[in-house]
Every structure is written in C-alpha cells, then in structure tokens.
C-alpha cells in the first residue's frame, strides 16, 4: 500500500491502521492467547451437513490456533459494519453464533464492545489489499473494494475504552 500512494484513499487508509491500538496491529501482545479460535472464518466456511437441512459445520480449521475470539468474526462484522452483508443476514449469523456458545461475543446484549478492533482491523486490511490490487491493476476500485475504502474514511479513532485491552 505505501507504494500506492498515487491512489488518492491511502491517507485514509493509512490513517485508520494507525489509529488502532498497538495489539490489533501485532505491535503488541494479543490481550488473550488462550482461546481456541479458527483463524480465516467467512460465511463460505460454514456448511450444513448432511445438506440440506442438517446443523452448521465449521470447515477449513487449518488456520486453527489460539487468540482473541472476536477476530473469527472480525469479516462478517466488518462486512456489515461496511454495509456489504444485510442487516437480517448479520442478526440471523450472530443469533445462531450465540446460539451454539460461541465465545468471541457476549450471550446477549451489544456484541460490538468486543467486535469493534478485529472489524475495523480486517476492514483497513482489506482496503488495502483492495487499493494495491487497483493500483498494480491500473483499474478504478470496484463497488465492494470501494466500500471498504470509505469505511476507513469514516472511522475516526479508537474507542478509548478498546485502545489498550480487551473487554473480557
């Protein structure tokens, strides 16, 4: 992305990387190493099986490691914090991700206390990939890349509350 800087969002880009805190960007220790996470979860990992009626499976687990929970939810979250995944698809994931125990969001109430960091982290990651993709391409960015450009726009600076821990 640094190599881009012809391309007129790498300020803004930039300028959300940098405001979140030392720990989402790997400056710092992760604020937990002891959760079991998947490591590259998206919608196309989860699969009903037998198909097509029977429970959610996980699949791909080869990225399995431990970590803080929220960031297997950091893609989901961000696409629809980005306005690329719709509201009722969000609400019916998180309410079954809840449903099964899962452990990067509280049970019940606002799960973004917990999702803010990993969302805005993947969006910033994303938006630049999508940036130096365009550039090398010598093409304009597509309609979701530059969604995920103007959602780093918008983002301002880290929630104080988020930018040294993690709300537990």
Do not use: N
């Not at 940098?18 to 604020?31: G, H, K, N, T």
């Not at 973004?112 to 940036?131: E, G, H, M, N, S």
């Amino acid at each position: 992305l640094r190599d881009a800087t012809s391309h007129p969002a790498v300020a803004d880009v930039l300028h959300a990387w940098s405001a979140l805190p030392a720990w989402a960007r790997a400056e710092a220790p992760m604020p937990d190493t002891t959760t079991l996470c998947h490591g590259d979860l998206h919608l196309g990992q989860l699969v009903r099986h037998p198909a097509p009626d029977g429970p959610w499976r996980l699949i791909d687990v080869d990225d399995l490691g431990v970590g803080v929970p929220a960031w297997d939810l950091a893609r989901p979250a961000a696409w629809y914090a980005c306005g690329l995944l719709s509201p009722e698809d969000w609400a019916r994931f998180l309410a079954a991700y809840r449903a099964a125990g899962g452990p990067a969001v509280p049970a019940d109430g606002d799960p973004w206390p917990a999702l803010d960091i990993p969302a805005r982290a993947l969006t910033v990651q994303t938006a630049a990939r999508a940036i130096a993709k365009a550039v090398a391409a010598d093409r304009p960015l597509d309609e979701v890349e530059q969604a995920v450009v103007d959602a780093c726009g918008r983002m301002g600076s880290t929630p104080p509350q988020l930018a040294h821990g993690f709300p537990k």
